[in-house]
């Protein structure tokens, strides 16, 4: 495997060696994943799979779908899941089948992701999955989301012990991100927009990094 040489970001001062890698992103066409992907793309063969766009199609509620993807990619170094949907309502107004909009989507679609994944991953290849700051400081209208989230933690936390062949597990959860602010900062008042570049980093620890059951968070 190629190794070579790259600066992480322009206010990163040191240069630091990474091999280069065969990289899924589910979600990389979005505000998050583009950034991301752009970013991995140069040095990296990247592939990106989106419910309607990318270079493969794949639907998150689906395990069907999720192990067609896999098996039509093959063989890669790192996953990474930057996707999912949950319904944002009153909770007086939310109803069971609004719970279950996330509940099949970013909660066991991310599962799924990982339970299958494991076995498309090469040894000492990690399987990254998105959460955010609503597990530990939920806002209004957030209670599914919120649920969805902290249930992803404690699943990637206990998943993580029981790999094989030093294959990694992690999870990035972010704060309300710079390339978002203007559309949701009335969600989040008080809190302070993530910069892009700290948001790449932090999927960037758990593809390069030796860290497995992590819940990344930058709030």
Not at 56 to 63: F, H, K, N
Not at 77 to 89: D, F, S
Not at 94 to 115: F, P
Request: aromatic share 8%.
């Amino acid at each position: 495997m190629k190794i070579i040489l790259i600066n992480h970001f322009q206010n990163h001062n040191n240069l630091k060696f990474q091999e280069v890698m065969r990289i899924l992103i589910i979600g990389g066409a979005g505000t998050i994943g583009r950034k991301v992907a752009e970013f991995l793309h140069s040095d990296n063969e990247v592939l990106i799979a989106g419910r309607t766009s990318g270079d493969i199609t794949v639907d998150l509620t689906s395990s069907t779908s999720i192990n067609k993807m896999l098996k039509t990619v093959g063989k890669v170094n790192a996953i990474v899941c930057i996707a999912g949907e949950a319904r944002w309502a009153d909770f007086k107004n939310l109803s069971e089948d609004d719970y279950y909009i996330g509940i099949r989507s970013k909660l066991m679609g991310q599962v799924n992701l990982a339970r299958l994944g494991q076995e498309y991953l090469e040894d000492g290849g990690s399987i990254t999955l998105s959460t955010g700051i609503l597990a530990d400081d939920p806002v209004i209208k957030t209670a599914s989301a919120a649920m969805v989230n902290g249930g992803i933690h404690s699943f990637v936390q206990a998943a993580a012990l029981e790999l094989e062949h030093e294959k990694r597990l992690n999870a990035v959860s972010l704060g309300m991100v710079s390339d978002a602010y203007e559309k949701y900062k009335s969600y989040f008042p008080g809190h302070n927009p993530i910069p892009m570049d700290r948001v790449v980093n932090a999927y960037l620890k758990s593809i390069y990094g030796k860290g497995n059951g992590l819940i990344i968070r930058d709030y």
